[in-house]
């Protein structure tokens, strides 16, 4: 079993920047891909950016270039750095960790970006 707790949501100014932190803990060897999704408001849950235990990223078209997402093997934590911030990208962020052919949800954290 996988436990997922995320930190780092909040409110920001459009510009601005914040980082997003999800650490994984449990019985836990090796984890393949870990990234981050997000919902709006009535809109469906979709794929923000991941990374595979090789370090190979994948992002969504509309944060390439500002969003950074990284991993620290040894704390079993992954991140997302998000800059240059717009108010489209308000929505709740999901940690999801893929693990022995589970997938894992974190419990989700606000970003809200003000215009």
């Known amino acids: 079993q996988v436990q997922l707790v995320e930190s780092g949501g909040g409110l920001v100014q459009a510009g601005g920047s914040l980082k997003l932190s999800c650490a994984a803990s449990?019985?836990?060897?090796?984890?393949?891909?870990m990234g981050w999704y997000r919902q709006a408001p009535g809109k469906q849950r979709e794929l923000v950016a991941e990374?595979?235990?090789?370090?190979?990223?994948n992002y969504a078209h509309s944060v390439k270039g500002r969003f950074t997402v990284s991993r620290d093997n040894a704390k079993k934590t992954v991140y997302l750095q998000m800059n240059s911030l717009k108010p489209e990208d308000t929505a709740v962020y999901y940690c999801?960790?893929?693990?022995?052919?589970?997938?894992?949800w974190g419990q989700g954290t606000q970003v809200t970006v003000s215009s």
């Open positions: 999801k960790v893929d693990y022995n052919h589970v997938r894992y």
């Open positions: 990374v595979t235990s090789g370090g190979r990223t």
């Open positions: 449990g019985t836990i060897f090796s984890i393949d891909v």
